[in-house]
């Protein structure tokens, strides 16, 4: 394996871990625990997954794979806060929206090269990813398992 | 600059920027908020934070920089639960040995090359790495780094 392939490795193992962990969680749980709050007065469950879906989902817009699947769900779960009165959708279709959101991710993970990982994503200028060369698409991948495992941590809480 | 180092700097920008975040975060908590729980019956401010510093300590061990600073740490905050009985550090000595854990990281991981990153971990032997180059030194910032994150979620709450 080549140098780059292991970089490659590491950042999508890590990816993997954080979104298998979480799936299993997050589908194991009844809808009584998905409408809970993690803690009084904080964000709700189904408000955190809402939220990881539609921020996860940015990642194929990010990189360049296609557009969105699911736009609406920016304004109801990343550009308003919880109990902003905006319908949100089922439990059901939200855990159909993971599924898809991933597995769509995770198909199009295995079809990227080393050399893919290393360029430039969509929001980054050439001429900025030129001074910055590690802006590239693996540091998105990165962020947004950080991103993940923070409100995991709170997702976790209703248990 | 080669990919390798790219990938170095990459890891190495989110790990400071996580500790950077948290760092400013915790000192900035009152005492109150230090003892309290994040949530109902949860884990105490106090506790996440000495544990935090206890994990990140162990990074000095596994990565073979130095034996931990505060191994006294790991029976209160991390082999027991909070509220064990243990007796706890006081704040004023957590955060100083926050910051000794940290600044002793920084400084070491900055004389680190892109080699070192690359190499075998203490807790890997020479046998296993080489079926599994990428559980290397840079996996275990990569993974301590998920960990901080995935605490700094809980931590947050208290405000």
Do not use: C, F, R
């Given at each position: 394996m080549d140098q780059k392939s292991i970089f490659v490795k590491m950042a999508l193992h890590g990816w993997e871990q954080e979104i298998s962990r979480a799936e299993k969680f997050i589908l194991g749980l009844s809808d009584?625990?998905?409408q809970k709050q993690i803690?009084?007065?904080r964000n709700s469950v189904i408000y955190l997954v809402g939220h990881l879906?539609?921020?996860?989902?940015?990642?194929?817009?990010?990189?360049?794979?296609?557009?969105?699947?699911?736009?609406?769900?920016?304004?109801?779960f990343v550009s308003n806060p919880d109990r902003?009165?905006?319908?949100?959708?089922?439990i059901n279709d939200l855990k159909t929206y993971w599924q898809t959101v991933h597995q769509k991710l995770n198909d199009s993970f295995l079809s990227m090269s080393a050399d893919d990982w290393f360029s430039r994503h969509t929001a980054?200028?050439?001429q900025d990813f030129e001074v910055?060369?590690?802006r590239n698409k693996l540091?998105?991948?990165?962020?947004r398992t950080r991103h993940l495992s923070y409100h995991m941590g709170q997702i976790r809480l209703v248990k």
């Open positions: 009584e625990q998905w803690a009084p007065d879906i539609a921020v996860n989902d940015g990642i194929l817009d990010i990189l360049g794979i296609s557009e969105k699947l699911y736009p609406e769900l920016t304004a109801v902003s009165g905006l319908e949100m959708p089922s980054m200028t050439d910055e060369p590690s540091s998105v991948l990165l962020g």
